[in-house]
């Protein structure tokens, strides 16, 4: 196991559905956070975790709830989405908080579809 | 307000033809500049980044990116496309305890 691992790769869901999306990280990094890609816009932070505990909520809508129970492990709890919320969902990991700190190693995505 | 700009939605070359993609950047403080690589179906890796020092900064793959700070400029640039190199390319600014600011990335198709 190397990097960041996200899973589902790909996932349908309806409207009513609840699902989640899984980030696990062999880095032995401190902190984790989840981007929202969509077709062209930048790269949405949604969500940051630090040694487990959120430090960043960017105005996320409620139906995206994280989960962060220890260094290595990221969720994103889905329920209630709508079809504007398809896109691509990065998780990536950094040494520390910062960009200081460098570089940010991202997961291959889990490309979300509502139908 | 802090942003960053890539003018090139898409870029269309020819294998061993060099290439530059173009970054402008708004940001208050001196910034910390980075481009990262997104294969088809990848996640973004980083290529490179600059922090201080030299302007000129190497990268993986054969990438260079010269930050130019009078023009708020950090391109990134090849000086022979291989196919391989076709992909999405982001460029994002940042400073100290700041979170990045992407770019909306410039496509890269490369022809044969």
């Known amino acids: 196991e190397t990097g960041v691992t996200q899973t589902p790769r790909h996932l349908v869901m309806g409207m009513t559905n609840k699902k989640s999306l899984k980030c696990e990280q062999h880095?032995?990094?401190?902190?984790m956070y989840w981007y929202k890609q969509s077709a062209k816009k930048p790269l949405e932070l949604m969500f940051v975790y630090s040694l487990e505990e959120r430090v960043e909520n960017n105005s996320v809508p409620s139906r995206f709830s994280p989960e962060c129970p220890n260094s290595s492990h990221l969720f994103l709890h889905l329920h209630t989405l709508q079809p504007e919320d398809s896109a691509l969902y990065l998780c990536?990991?950094?040494?520390?908080?910062?960009?200081?700190?460098?570089?940010?190693?991202f997961g291959e995505g889990s490309r979300l579809t509502v139908l | 307000a802090q942003s960053v700009t890539q003018p090139d939605i898409h870029i269309t070359v020819s294998e061993g033809a060099s290439l530059e993609l173009r970054c402008n950047y708004s940001y208050g403080a001196t910034p910390y500049l980075f481009w990262y690589v997104q294969s088809p179906g990848q996640g973004l890796q980083l290529l490179l980044k600059y922090f201080s020092g030299d302007t000129l900064v190497q990268g993986i793959k054969g990438f260079e990116a010269e930050f130019k700070r009078s023009q708020s400029s950090f391109n990134l640039r090849k000086p022979s496309v291989h196919w391989s190199d076709a992909a999405e390319y982001f460029c994002a600014v940042g400073a100290n305890t700041d979170k990045l600011i992407f770019g909306t990335g410039t496509r890269l198709q490369v022809f044969p």
């Open positions: 990536a990991s950094s040494q520390d908080l910062g960009t200081a700190t460098g570089e940010l190693f």
């Open positions: 880095l032995g990094h401190n902190a």
